[in-house]
């Protein structure tokens, strides 16, 4: 937490972000806590087990914007196939509407 503190006063002009992932939620709890006004990029969604539904409930700041989420293996590898291309874009279509129903919740 000490980063996302340090960051907090480096804010200036409100351009901080921070990498925090999704694999250990009080950890991103935490950081939000230290850190109310960063945008958070969030990977560990998909193939690495991370909850989307912390991701979005954590992720989001105090001016409502973010999480930036990054699920990279679950779409990349969703097929070793010839319909690589389909089953990536539906990966990606998917993931798209999980986050947006988090967002509703």
Do not use: H, W
């Not at 939620?25 to 690495?48: C, S």
């Not at 319909?83 to 999980?98: F, H, L, N, V, W």
Request: aromatic share 6%; proline share 4%; hydrophobic share 45%.
């Amino acid at each position: 937490m000490n980063v996302a503190r340090f960051a907090a006063r480096l804010r200036g002009n409100g351009q901080v972000g921070l990498v925090v992932g999704a694999t250990f939620p009080e950890q991103l709890r935490d950081a939000r806590a230290a850190n109310p006004n960063a945008v958070f990029l969030i990977p560990g969604i998909g193939a690495q087990g991370g909850s989307l539904a912390e991701a979005v409930e954590f992720g989001k700041n105090d001016a409502g914007i973010g999480p930036l989420i990054n699920a990279s293996r679950s779409i990349l590898y969703a097929s070793s196939g010839d319909d690589y291309a389909t089953a990536a874009r539906a990966a990606a279509i998917k993931m798209c509407g999980e986050i947006r129903a988090q967002r509703k919740a």
